[in-house]
């Protein structure tokens, strides 16, 4: 590749890296107003494994449902030695709460309780609205 190929090359780097800059920096963002969370009690006796494939399944939600904006979860952690109500915590993010009745009422959600409702003890769900 002689010099004058290689510097009309670099051109067109530099401008497709700006565009693409440009794109990322003006397209619109999925934008949260809404959040639930999901809280989780296993009962006395459910293997790693089951908690761990609980989890998983979850998290699996988000790329099932197309309502989700994001989502994280995590094992509860206790202070000072203190007895913990729930065992994990998921937490899931939204535009509206017509999506968090579309999450709730989709199959994928559906199934994932059947699924998994039998190792629970208890749950405890929280919507509440995004504060800017």
Not at 43 to 55: F, L
Not at 61 to 89: C, F, R
Not at 116 to 128: C, D, H, P, R, S
């Amino acid at each position: 590749m002689n010099a004058k190929s290689r510097g009309y090359t670099l051109v067109i780097v530099l401008i497709c890296a700006f565009a693409l800059t440009i794109y990322g920096a003006y397209s619109p963002a999925r934008k949260a107003q809404k959040q639930q969370v999901v809280c989780v009690k296993f009962k006395k006796g459910v293997e790693s494994a089951a908690v761990e494939q609980h989890m998983n399944g979850f998290a699996a939600l988000k790329h099932e449902i197309p309502q989700v904006v994001n989502y994280t979860s995590g094992k509860t952690i206790l202070p000072n030695q203190a007895v913990s109500d729930y065992d994990v915590v998921h937490y899931l993010t939204f535009q509206s709460e017509a999506d968090i009745k579309a999450f709730e009422n989709s199959p994928a959600y559906k199934q994932f309780v059947a699924q998994n409702q039998g190792i629970w003890e208890k749950t405890l769900i929280v919507n509440a609205d995004i504060r800017p």
